[in-house]
């Protein structure tokens, strides 16, 4: 089912950090002066890490843009893909917000989502911002748990639920068996529903999966499905990038076509060391991480948070 376009440019994550290698050598005074060594040999790694790019984050979207346009006009099927540099997250929440007022969702959930990680290390307080929303499994989890007409994976990489069928139990079950937490069911409620005038951008027509909805309370279609990121299909189908990747202010979030060798997704991403999630899974996800860490901070990586 699923149609593997993974980027050989990617390089496999080592496992490596700080962290684990203390917490592997022991503890007392020897394990304090072989950190300090491998926190040494880590900062001069870290001196030879790219910097994050310079552009501005408009700039970047710009050029994004520019080749979600030349991958449509090419007519050939692309590989969509999904790159986050968490060195340039700074947790401001604005592509949750962008998500939400581009995809109606009600209080049991949003598609996107800012996870905040603090880090009590060193002398001052430190925090990883790391986005997140449906990774687009290759081999996915939530599809291996309900009937195979429910969840479906498009030639591009998008998995696309059928809301007319992946409803009650199938969705609790697809819910539960996303190891990501990226499904949330539809309760059938808005914000405002208890006010004196329900909100009309809570009960706007909108477009998901190729259909277009109204989150009504009482006459709600979508009560009781199970929903989820879609890369924003809706827009890509008409030449506009995800919500979430025009919105993102510190220029963190890249998209693009992996088939597309001239794209800026397969510059950023050529020779870089990625993190994946649950890779262990073999899920193949198509929202990846940069895995490096902040040029001051060697020893703060995905590992700090992921063995
Ligand atoms: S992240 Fe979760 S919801 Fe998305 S495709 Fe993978 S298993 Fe399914
Ligand atoms: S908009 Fe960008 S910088 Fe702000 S939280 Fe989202 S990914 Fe991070």
């Given at each position: ?13 080592p496992r490596?950090?700080f ?6 050598v022991?503890s ?6 072989v950190?300090?060594k491998?926190l040494?040999s ?11 790019l310079?552009e501005?984050?408009?700039?970047v979207?710009l ?23 968490t ?11 962008a ?13 996107r ?6 880090l009590?290390?060193?002398?001052r307080?430190w925090?990883i ?24 994976k ?24 996303c190891?990501?937490g990226?499904?949330?069911v539809?309760d059938g409620?808005?914000f405002?529903?208890?006010?004196p005038r ?20 009482g006459?709600?279609?979508?009560q009781g499905?199970?929903?989820?990121c879609?890369?924003?299909s809706?827009?890509l189908?008409?030449?506009?990038l ?10 963190a979030?890249?998209?693009g076509d992996a ?18 999630g ?9 929202v ?7 040029p ?12």
């Open positions: 089912m699923a149609s593997e376009n993974e980027n050989p440019a990617l390089k496999p994550t490596r950090g962290l684990q290698t203390l917490a592997g022991g007392g005074a020897v394990a304090a002066a950190g300090w491998v040494q880590q900062r001069a790694e870290a001196a030879s890490i790219p910097p994050p310079a501005s984050s408009g700039s979207v050029r994004m843009q520019q080749d979600l346009e030349v991958t449509l006009a090419g007519g050939k099927t692309p590989s969509w893909l999904m790159v986050v540099d060195r340039k997250c700074i947790g401001c929440d604005a592509c949750a917000v998500c939400r007022a581009e995809n109606p969702t009600g209080p049991a959930g949003n598609f989502r800012v996870i905040k990680k603090d009590p290390i060193g002398p307080p925090a911002y790391k986005p997140a929303n449906c990774l687009q499994c290759d081999d996915p989890p939530c599809a291996r748990a309900v009937p195979e007409d429910m969840i479906l498009r030639s591009d990489g998008i998995v696309e639920f059928d809301y007319d069928k992946l409803k009650g139990p199938s969705a609790q079950a697809a819910a539960r068996a190891p990501f990226a499904i949330h539809d409620k808005t405002t529903q208890s006010t329900p909100q009309d951008y809570e009960l706007r027509p909108f477009v998901e999966n190729g259909k277009t909805y109204s989150r009504k309370p006459a709600n279609p979508l499905a199970a929903r989820k879609t890369f924003c809706h827009l189908d008409v030449g506009v995800p919500a979430c990747v025009t919105t993102c202010v510190g220029g979030m890249y998209f088939n597309n060798p001239g794209s800026l997704i397969s510059e950023v991403t050529q020779g870089r060391r990625v993190f994946r649950h890779q262990n899974l073999g899920v193949k996800p198509r990846i991480y940069f895995e490096e860490s902040m001051d901070t060697p020893h703060i990586d995905c590992s700090a948070c992921h063995s």
